[in-house]
């Protein structure tokens, strides 16, 4: 069981937005601004896509955003693409040690 | 380029040990603190340590604590994990990575670890 409650599965069609939540079982995650989110596409390693909340890394899509509310962070994708289709995961800490959630395959209708 | 290259992972008993590097390149390898994160086939990501930039301060996963070793060697730019009685469960690939829990911008590809009689 993970640290970190991620929906095992979402989906949408292209065009649509669509909306990840990260949830902590306490306030971990609303206590601070280190959360992350990673995309990793089968048989690839996984990339960074928002990091400190709401922060893109240079050369990742604008169409990715990330906010946080209470215990709860979210990964917004809007207008998806085919491409987009992966698996993603959130991340942050608890008690200085780094954790993921379970992770969300995310499926383009 | 900026690149993490894992290497040293293959078959093992279960007790057996293994020991894992990653090399650096592309970067300033003593900038950074480093991470080791594995994933079991087919399941999510499970980090397992970090270390910062001189090896003063690392930090281990409770199911790794007393049995998995971190270490870096800033002259060779390579990060190391030396894996002793090794279990069942620690199959997984193992991915060395940039950073901590503030955001791993950059991933190796790598390295598979398969614990089995």
């Known amino acids: 069981q993970s640290a970190l409650t991620q929906p095992a599965s979402v989906s949408g069609s292209p065009g649509q937005s669509i909306t990840i939540s990260c949830t902590a079982p306490?306030?971990?995650?609303?206590?601070?601004?280190?959360v992350s989110w990673y995309q990793q596409h089968p048989g690839k390693a996984p990339k960074l896509i928002i990091y400190?909340?709401?922060n893109r890394p240079s050369g990742v899509s604008n169409r990715f955003s990330g906010s946080k509310s209470g215990n709860t962070a979210s990964l917004t994708i809007s207008g998806l693409q085919a491409e987009d289709e992966a698996h993603y995961y959130c991340?942050?800490?608890?008690?200085?040690?780094?954790?993921f959630g379970g992770g969300t395959k995310l499926t383009v209708l | 380029e900026v690149q993490l290259v894992e290497s040293g992972g293959g078959v093992v008993r279960p007790g057996g040990s293994l020991r894992l590097s990653c090399a650096a390149s592309?970067?300033?390898?003593?900038?950074?603190?480093v991470t080791w994160v594995r994933q079991a086939p087919g399941k999510g990501l499970d980090w397992v340590s970090s270390?910062?930039?001189?090896?003063?301060?690392?930090g281990y996963a409770d199911s790794v604590k007393g049995r998995f070793t971190i270490s870096r060697d800033i002259a060779k730019n390579s990060l190391y994990l030396q894996m002793n009685r090794l279990r069942a469960e620690d199959t997984a690939l193992y991915y060395c990575?940039?950073?901590?829990?503030?955001?791993?911008?950059?991933w190796g590809q790598g390295t598979m670890v398969t614990v089995s009689s």
């Open positions: 991340s942050s800490y608890i008690n200085i040690n780094m954790v």
């Open positions: 990575s940039r950073g901590h829990y503030y955001g791993l911008d950059v």
């Open positions: 306490r306030s971990d995650v609303g206590g601070h601004h280190y």
């Open positions: 592309g970067f300033t390898f003593d900038d950074y603190v």
């Open positions: 270390i910062n930039w001189n090896g003063g301060s690392t």
């Open positions: 400190e909340v709401s």
